[in-house]
């Protein structure tokens, strides 16, 4: 155990080794916390997967997080210098300390009064606001630091961006404040219900709409708050940032997949509600009850990691002027030297 230990500390350095473990102490309380509504709520049922995921991605990220250690502690290793470090380090320091406080008031908030949406959502964001610059501010220092390189270019920026999924993606898996989803909910599902509404009253078929009720020829349908999409949006945008942080390198990408599996998400979802209200249309609201409504509810995630797969070859094409020169696009390069969430 010692000699894993040593080789461990060995491979990042000391201190950003006891970083590491103050990290995990944090996230494993996240994921003891955020738990009760994992199993609480179907919504959130995805975050059982998240730990397992971010495991994953550390261990796949570890040759990589090793080499960006020791890019730190190598003679003339860039540093941000000036105006620009010193807004740096204050910033981290502020973030540290805010973070600090927000999650002492939600774990206080846990303590007195169990499970609840603002305390949850306190820890969280609280956690976020400490783990980054605190692994920030435990780098290891060169001996010869380079000052004057752009933010980008810092060798202690470009550690800790290795552990932006990590960390961020716990905010995915907790659960937003009642209030804010209730608002997102009931905003998605009347889109929804004017959406479908809207297409079989312009294919001519006997509609009409009654609030987030659909009445059909063969009985009434409720649009209910689990079919506004908020569900799968979640799920989704979870999706994509896991497929964004493994398989781009760009930052611009991982961005740009994750707006994508929120749009296929509120697609997919809009054409879920099309086919139930055609069955119910067709055999009555009693037939999409059950399995029918649960296999078209897994189905749009299905259908949204299907179409990010389809498009991570997209994000990574190369391009060929001539037979001898392949001319990459400028973006792309190789993901193994390049830090990203």
Known sequence: MNEIWRKYTAAVHMPFAGALLVAVAFLSFIAWDQSHWWSAKDDYGFGWLVPAFVGFVIHDRWSRITAAAAACVAPGSPRVSGLMGGLLTTAAYASLGFGGLMFLAGAFQRAGAGSSYP???AITLGAVGVLLPWLFLNTPDSPQPLK????????RVRLVAWFLFPVLVWMVSAPMVDAVERRLSLFLLMKVTSVVFFTFDLLGLQIEQQGNVLVLPKGSVGVAEACSGIRSLTACLFAGSFLASVFLDKLWKKITLVAMAMMFAVLTNLLRSLFLTSWAYNYGPEAIEGNVHDIAGYAVLGLTVAGLLC???LFNLSFTFSDNEPLE???SGDA???PGA
């Open 119 to 121: 305390g949850t959502l």
């Open 148 to 155: 004057g390189a752009k933010f980008s270019g810092d060798a």
């Open 311 to 313: 498009l991570l070859p």
């Open 329 to 331: 696009d400028e973006d």
């Open 336 to 338: 193994a030297s390049k």
